[in-house]
DNA sequence: CTGAAAGCGCTAACAT
DNA sequence: ATGTTAGCGCTTTCAG
């Protein structure tokens, strides 16, 4: 039987009234302070801990967020975004009610367990995703709600996705520092999301900068693994074999397109350059050398999305609603180098 | 302001309580059909949902576990261990409170954690790690508590880790299989939980199948990354270029060997079988060929946490303690053949 | 400055 | 078969 705060005031001699003020720290100048001494120490000495249950139901809502993700959990970086989303709601004195659902769940799964966690008190939600997903989300919620790496039609619904287009104008970047003209652009076929503003980008700074726009130079890998990564690039090289540089919509492909280079002698970044997206660490640090890309800012998504949702729980009037994009990093490694001046890049190995 | 039980039992023309008996399912034979059916009715048109503060607050419990990670939300697999055991957890018709602390977080705010969680009433405490780091825990608490992918000296707490000699002896047996003799070990220099079972089933199966256990067969990475496997790899290549076999202490060391390999001009699998551990398949599934390796069953460890967990909490008798293992899965991808046959393997590109 | 008392929404024991 | 009632532990008026 856990100690209550009738205990506890018993023990101080005092109501529980008073305890409760002094223990919820809003005693301050209106319990004597001889008292709530006694009520601290009572407390103490009885392993005092509340009763969340309690205080909820009195007070009709709870420190509490819920995080509904819709297949989050299958991608590597899950952890990174939920675990920032759960310290950065600790650090605002909430809890985190954690509830996985399939990516494709249907419309109805989500709204039962929307539902559900209205049960429980929560005091708004955060519907997580990845790729910024186009969501349809089902109508009636009470809580507040927030998207997390994910959009949908209802521009009402505060959201925070990448930056797609401005992350990968930032590696293009060092492929025109680096002075870079002939540059193969080596994509995923979905025209998703996330290669959309990506190839925008590329188009752009390769019209803004002067590269050489003449066909194939756009590949697309069959998948974005890279196995299909290397076939892509291989079938680049073989078209395009005056390529300096190749841009990669993520760093799988981009791992396939090491494998290719590998095998043909090339040496990166000697006798071409290359980039990724993603950063994905297992890939990108591990790759000889070291792979240029970008980071998603997954955990400033996770970050935001809390202290966003916190920010329109407590406020009094009515926040507009806000899509945030978020930057990811540049995250500067080997693989870029200038071009090779001679014309004729050595094709034999060694 | 949401609609209560008062509310339904208002509308059906009953009593809170008949109301309360039909929509948690108690009802049956107790309630008469036509007044249940009109409770339902009147929940479903009102659109009832309950309140689980009140509930828990009268029931002294909830079906809620804790999910205190420490540090798992930095692993790549995070998500697909938390996510498990959500699931388990939901099929079980329990929720989970996730929260995130560093890995080394200090015994004092595991410990505050855990208390934080007991406000929450939660019915049972999962503390989750990785590599089945032993941990110290906290003397105190209330809830049953069971350790995921971690161990603690205290032998009556539940406990699951995988089994490494098990899963580590499946893989090298596909180079049993393949023939091979003369097999170098890649391994870590950490003499962790994870390498010390996976060092001496490599031992042990060397000293069982008559391999060649001659010097210069272990080579010990300076870390588990695969530059430094690459570094380990080209040593043990120079030192023993008779290795017909290389089985890597995880899949980060097994991409370095490859890249060594690949320098050198040796082609896998047919001049050198190499396998992994772990199964990350950002790279076991990228590089070419497919590697073949090990999976650590994270899904797996999760759901059987959780299953344990509620387990424990719903039994009436106090359960013996269990420290569970679980093997992972071989998965054979293209990394693994027959040796050379002819003595000298070639040492010529392509 | 402090205590008494009401009541959040629900369940369960007890009446009827 | 159903209704009445008494709390679960806490916060919050409202008196004093």
Redesign the interface.
């Known amino acids: 039987m ?1 100690t209550t705060l009738k205990d506890v005031a018993r023990r101080a001699g005092v109501s529980v009234a008073s305890a409760s003020l002094v223990l919820s720290g809003k005693g301050e100048g209106r319990i004597a302070e001889s008292n709530a001494e006694r009520i601290r120490e009572a407390a103490e000495a009885l392993g005092y ?6 205080r ?2 009195r007070q009709r809502s ?1 420190p509490l967020l819920g ?1 509904l ?1 819709l297949g ?9 975004m ?3 989303a ?2 950065t709601a ?1 650090d605002h004195d909430h ?6 659902l399939e990516a494709e769940a249907p419309l109805q799964d989500v709204e039962e367990n929307l ?2 966690l ?4 929560v005091s708004g939600v955060i519907v997580a995703s990845y790729n910024h997903r186009r969501l349809r989300l089902p109508a009636l919620h ?1 809580a507040p709600l927030l998207l997390l790496d994910a959009t949908t039609t209802d521009l009402s619904v505060d959201s925070v996705v990448p930056d797609e287009y401005a992350a990968e104008a930032k590696v293009l970047g060092t492929l025109v520092d680096a002075g870079h003209r002939v540059v193969g652009w080596l994509c995923e076929p979905s025209g998703g999301e996330a290669a959309l503003p990506r190839t925008a980008a590329y188009r752009d700074i390769a019209r803004d900068h002067g590269w050489d726009t003449s066909p194939g130079l756009e590949v697309y890998a069959a998948t974005s ?3 299909d990564g ?1 076939a892509a690039m291989a079938r680049l090289l073989d078209t395009r074999p005056d390529v300096t540089a190749v841009a990669c919509f993520n760093d ?1 492909l981009a ?2 397109a090491y ?1 290719a280079c ?2 043909r002698g090339l040496r990166i970044p000697d006798d071409i350059s290359l980039v990724g997206y993603d950063d ?1 660490t ?2 990108s ?4 050398p070291g792979l240029t890309t970008v980071s998603l800012p997954h955990r400033e998504m996770g970050s935001w999305a809390v202290t966003r949702l916190i920010e329109r729980i407590e406020s009094a009037e009515a926040l507009a609603p806000r899509q945030e994009t978020i930057i990811g990093d540049l995250v500067v490694r080997g693989s870029v180098a200038a071009p090779r001046t001679n014309s004729r890049r050595r094709r034999t ?1 060694r």
Do not use: C
């Open positions: 856990a801990r509340g009763n969340r249950a309690a909820s139901l709870a995080m993700s989050v959990a299958t991608e590597p970086y899950a952890g990174a939920l675990g920032a759960q310290r600790r809890d985190l009610l954690y509830i996985e539902r559900l209205e049960e429980h008190q009470t693994d890279a196995s290397y799988r791992m396939g494998l590998f095998e994905q297992l890939i640090e591990a790759l000889r190995r």
